[in-house]
């Protein structure tokens, strides 16, 4: 049996990033293990270390977030062995982005740090943009909204420069987001469009399938509910295919919004209650929260204030642990105003 060279190890996690991007989970993931195991044997730890980094990013994307810090801290571990700046400072990145996910604001902010300084060493100009991008993401949470789009112009800028355009389409959603958060909803719109414009010519799935859902709650915000619920049911169709719990889990939120909007309060509860047992094991505490602030509104638009409440009492509480203070301000006003 001849043995397999570093070549071919390389060769399968191109493909694997390829499926990735189709939105071929399965496929990716399976590729990634054909590669590891080549790499089991051999000395090119760089590689072994993106490979398993890339891998968790897969899992990552799909909900699975245990299952992705494992592979970060296993990548984490042989950057360390083979003394890689860059794979060093990518694996404390992507340990942050769980940290954040988590909830973990401290550690997250921690571990970017040590990102930022590995990456300065290392020179890796994508990789501080990157970095840049995601304290963006952990101030808009923080309610500190004109230093979050300093964040995102500067990751921008850069990405722009660089014509790195999955880049681009990454910062583009975030500061979308940001846009619809402000109620500044025709920037949000253009921003947004454009993001989904580059992901499609890229033939990039799963960017694509974020940034339908993110502009399907921009069409809500602007009573546009026709365009918004096709927009949902995209997103929600090309997330289930590939097994992304989290976009399914948010395209169910948005839909039961969807449905409060028009009235149908009981088939609100249905969505809300099948995307709160979607939720389960993503480990997301801001989606999470969300879905109880959705919750609540709609319990109260039932008329049952007693089921507002207890689900408002748990948003504030995840609202505050993630540091989304002005989310939590808005939801204490709201159980003010239920009848004692």
């Not at 995102?152 to 846009?179: K, T």
Request: charged share 25%; proline share 1%; aromatic share 6%.
């Amino acid at each position: 049996m001849t043995t397999p060279n570093p070549g071919d190890a390389r060769g399968f996690i191109n493909l694997a990033r390829e499926a990735e991007q189709r939105g071929d989970t399965v496929r990716s993931l399976r590729l990634y293990d054909d590669a590891l195991s080549l790499l089991a044997d051999e000395t090119d730890l760089p590689l072994l270390a993106d490979a398993l980094r890339w891998k968790g990013t897969v899992h990552r994307e799909q909900g699975e977030t245990e299952v992705a810090y494992r592979c970060y801290k296993q990548s984490l571990v042989h950057a360390e062995a083979c003394g890689s700046l860059n794979a060093r400072g990518a694996a404390y990145n992507c340990l942050a982005i769980v940290a954040q996910r988590r909830g973990n604001l401290s550690e997250s902010e921690q571990l970017y740090a040590q990102a930022s300084e590995l990456a300065s060493k290392a020179g890796d100009v994508r990789l501080l943009s990157m970095i840049e991008q995601n304290l963006g993401v952990l101030l808009n949470m923080r309610g500190n909204h004109v230093a979050a789009e300093a964040r995102y112009s500067s990751s921008l800028g850069s990405f722009d420069g660089a014509n790195d355009d999955e880049a681009v389409s990454w910062v583009l959603n975030n500061i979308g987001m940001l846009y619809t958060k402000l109620g500044h909803y025709q920037r949000a719109i253009e921003t947004l469009e454009r993001g989904l414009a580059i992901a499609k010519a890229r033939g990039d799935a799963v960017v694509e399938s974020i940034l339908t859902l993110n502009l399907a709650e921009v069409w809500v915000a602007v009573g546009k509910l026709d365009l918004a619920e096709h927009a949902c049911r995209v997103s929600f169709e090309s997330a289930s295919t590939r097994g992304d719990h989290l976009t399914v889990a948010g395209a169910l939120k948005c839909r039961a919004r969807i449905e409060r909007e028009r009235g149908a309060f009981d088939a609100s509860i249905a969505t809300l209650r099948i995307a709160i047992f979607e939720a389960e094991g993503l480990e997301d505490r801001l989606l999470q929260a969300e879905m109880l602030r959705e919750f609540g509104q709609t319990s109260r638009a039932l008329g049952n204030p007693e089921e507002a409440r207890l689900a408002w009492r748990e948003a504030a509480e995840s609202f505050e642990d993630v540091g989304a203070r002005h989310e939590a301000a808005e939801i204490n006003a709201l159980l003010a105003s239920l009848p004692s």
